[in-house]
């Protein structure tokens, strides 16, 4: 089993960055694709990006390709998803996940078995 902390959520104005962060304990994230998703007020939760076991590849929902990307640091157990250019659409509480099966990519909820509490994004325009 594994436990899952986001943080680095805020408040920022359009076109700026944020970093969130995902600290697990109990079991490396390496041994998991760990997923990012979103949810804005009023709307169900979406995909965000994902990296796979190791950290050998992502994918991205088309919103956010090229300006999100999700990183790897084993040596914390900590899985990054860096935010550039955010745009008022981008406010939501952000969630990262565990996915213990090998599919790929797991762009579904019901892929994923652990998840943690969310952080706060707000982008003012």
């Known amino acids: 089993q594994v436990q899952l902390d986001e943080s680095g959520g805020g408040l920022v104005q359009a076109g700026g960055s944020l970093r969130l962060s995902c600290a697990a304990s109990?079991?490396?994230?390496?041994?998991?694709?760990m997923g990012w998703f979103r949810q804005a007020p009023g709307k169900e939760r979406e995909f965000v990006g994902a990296?796979?076991?190791?950290?050998?590849?992502?994918d991205y929902t088309d919103s956010v390709k090229g300006r999100f990307t999700i990183s790897r640091d084993s040596a914390k157990n900590t899985v990054y998803l860096q935010m550039n250019s955010l745009k008022p659409e981008d406010t939501a509480v952000y969630y990262c996940a565990a996915d213990t099966s090998s599919s790929w990519p797991p762009r579904r909820l019901d892929e994923y078995d652990y998840w943690g509490q969310g952080t706060q994004v707000t982008v003012s325009s």
């Open positions: 109990g079991r490396t994230v390496n041994m998991y694709n």
């Open positions: 990296s796979s076991w190791g950290g050998l590849r992502t």
